[in-house]
């Protein structure tokens, strides 16, 4: 028997997911995933990235307006609107995120009606506190999860490698 890490929280678990979302985030500022759950199921998952077909800071610069960047749609913006455009009603569901949201996606999170916020760390400057409270949004903070990922193929008997013939090189 191999030896493996603990089996994650569903809190842990969803911020994982939140983290390894984030790994696909553009701007060199700031990467953030944010994962929407219902009922212990994923409705929809966004990081920090250009609108679609637009460049990426990390390819031409950062878009600074006030000292913030304005290139990209937020993390929490982009999973609520995968919502929107597949129809899914984010009414009564968690948000994990990888931080503190901004205070416009925290007041976007209240309006979809988002009940719940579970974050590890948090942003440089945000309002976003004030708003949950007011709309009594609970905010939970937690240990950042384990960032490894344990995946022991090795360690498994029913599986069955990929032969170096047949497996396709991932390209970024
Ligand atoms: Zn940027
Ligand atoms: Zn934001």
């Given at each position: 028997?191999?030896k ?25 500022r ?18 920090n ?9 990390e ?22 609107l ?21 205070t416009n996606?925290?007041k ?46 090795d ?18």
């Amino acid at each position: 028997m191999a030896k493996r890490n603990k089996r994650p929280s569903w809190d842990e678990y969803f911020l994982k997911v939140a983290m390894l979302v984030s790994e696909r985030a553009t701007c060199p500022r700031m990467h953030c995933g944010c994962v929407l759950v219902k009922d212990k199921q994923i409705l929809a998952t966004g990081y920090n990235g250009s609108i679609p077909g637009d460049d990426h800071c990390e390819d031409v610069g950062c878009m600074i307006v006030d000292n913030h960047c304005v290139r990209t749609i937020h993390a929490e913006i982009n999973a609520l609107l995968q919502c929107a455009s597949h129809g899914v009603n984010t009414f009564g569901a968690k948000a994990y995120i990888t931080n503190m949201p901004c205070t416009n996606c925290a007041k976007a999170l209240i309006a979809a009606g988002t009940k719940e916020i579970i974050i590890f760390s948090e942003y440089h400057d945000t309002l976003a506190e004030k708003f949950f409270e007011k709309a009594k949004v609970k905010v939970k903070r937690i240990k950042m999860p384990e960032k490894e990922i344990d995946y022991d193929i090795d360690s498994f008997s029913s599986a069955k490698k990929i032969l170096p013939a047949k497996s396709i090189k991932m390209k970024r």
